[in-house]
C-alpha cells in the first residue's frame, strides 16, 4: 500500500484527465508510471511517442484485480498462484492475452503484462475506470528510473497532461517480470521480489 497517500482530488483529477483521453503520471509502489487507458488507442500511441518508445515494444498493463486480469488474459494455475500470493505488489505476470481483448499497447503481440499495483488510489482509479491503464515507467526510454514527481517532470516535462505528485515511491526499484504462458514459469526481469519467493510460492502447484 502507498505510504504517503496523497488527496484524493489529485486522483479525482487523474480520472477525470484519463477518462477524457489523456496521459497521467501516477506514483505507484515501485515507480511513477506514466498510464493511458489501454483501450484508448490514440492515448496509448501518446504514450509511445512521449516515452521515445519504440512501437514494436510493447507496454505493461495495470488492473485493480485478478478478475480484471482474467478478462485481459488467460491466467493459467501458476499465474492465478502468484496473483493470489503477490497482488497488490511488485509483480508483473505475462500471460496469454484473451482474444476479446484488444490494445495498441500488445503491439500486435498475442501476449499481455499485467500488474495490480499495491497503491490504493491508483486501483480505486482502475475500478472506477474499469478497464486497464498502461504501466509502463515515467521516463523517456533508457532514462532513469522516475520515483519522483520531479524526476518525471525533468524527463517528460509538459507532454504529460497530468503529474500526480506522490512524494518519494516506497519501492524505487522496478517489479519483478514473469512469464506464465508455458507449464514453467521465467524470469524476464529480476526486480523488487526475488525469484527464490517467486518459486516458493508456486511449488505448491507444479505437477
Known amino acids: 500500500m502507498s505510504s504517503d497517500p496523497r488527496p484524493s482530488s489529485d486522483f479525482s483529477a487523474a480520472l ?39 512501437d514494436g515494444k510493447p507496454l505493461p498493463l495495470f488492473v485493480a484485480d485478478a478478475s480484471m486480469a482474467g478478462r485481459v488474459g488467460f491466467m493459467s494455475e501458476l499465474a492465478t498462484a502468484l496473483a493470489n500470493r503477490f497482488w497488490p505488489g511488485a509483480l508483473t505476470l505475462v500471460v496469454r492475452r484473451q482474444t476479446a481483448f484488444a490494445s495498441e499497447a500488445l503491439a500486435g503481440g498475442d501476449t499481455v503484462a499485467l500488474r495490480a499495483p499495491a ?9 472506477a475506470l474499469e478497464a486497464p491503464i498502461t504501466g509502463t515507467s515515467a521516463n523517456r526510454s533508457g532514462g532513469s528510473d522516475p520515483d519522483t514527481a520531479d524526476e518525471v517532470r525533468r524527463q517528460l516535462g509538459d507532454e504529460v497532461d497530468l503529474i500526480v505528485d506522490g512524494g518519494r515511491c516506497a519501492g524505487g526499484v522496478s517489479s519483478t517480470i514473469v512469464d506464465c504462458t508455458g507449464d514453467e514459469v521465467r524470469i524476464l526481469r529480476q526486480g523488487a521480489i526475488a525469484e527464490s519467493e517467486i518459486r516458493a510460492a508456486i511449488t505448491p502447484t507444479k505437477r
Open 16 to 54: 477525470k484527465t484519463l477518462h477524457r483521453g489523456g496521459v497521467v503520471a501516477l506514483p505507484t509502489d515501485t515507480l511513477y508510471a506514466l498510464s493511458a487507458v489501454a483501450t484508448d488507442p490514440d492515448a496509448v500511441r501518446r504514450v509511445y511517442a512521449i516515452k521515445g518508445r519504440e
Open 119 to 127: 497503491h490504493n488510489e491508483v486501483l480505486e482509479v482502475l475500478r
